[in-house]
């Protein structure tokens, strides 16, 4: 997966589990929990839509490392082998 197809499926998981969230109002390397004020279920949530989109098994340990687009979309190429 690229970059870009990483930042269309997170955006798009995202906006599943906060619909009213706009991308242009969060800097890419903010926390998504305060910028969007969402809580541990909701990243909870958003982790298992993003594995069952991917595939990509994500353990809690790498949790954190998806509470940014930037560190997001990272992950999510980088563990696709994009």
Same mark, same amino acid.
């Given at each position: 997966?690229?970059?870009?197809?990483?930042? !269309?499926?997170?955006?798009?998981? +995202?906006?599943?589990?906060?619909?009213?969230? /706009?991308?242009?109002?969060?800097?890419?390397?903010? /926390?998504?929990?305060?910028?969007?004020?969402?809580?541990?279920?909701?990243?909870?949530? +958003?982790?298992? !839509? +993003?594995?069952?989109?991917?595939?990509? /098994?994500?353990?809690?340990? /790498?949790?954190?490392? +998806?509470?940014?687009?930037?560190?997001?979309?990272?992950?999510?190429?980088?563990?696709?082998?994009?």
């Amino acid at each position: 997966m690229t970059p870009d197809e990483a930042r !269309a499926v997170f955006f798009e998981e +995202l906006g599943n589990i906060a619909p009213e969230w /706009d991308p242009a109002e969060i800097d890419p390397g903010e /926390d998504i929990r305060e910028a969007m004020d969402i809580d541990s279920m909701d990243v909870l949530n +958003l982790v298992i !839509a +993003l594995h069952k989109r991917t595939g990509i /098994d994500i353990p809690e340990s /790498d949790y954190a490392k +998806l509470i940014t687009i930037d560190g997001a979309v990272a992950y999510l190429s980088a563990k696709s082998g994009g």
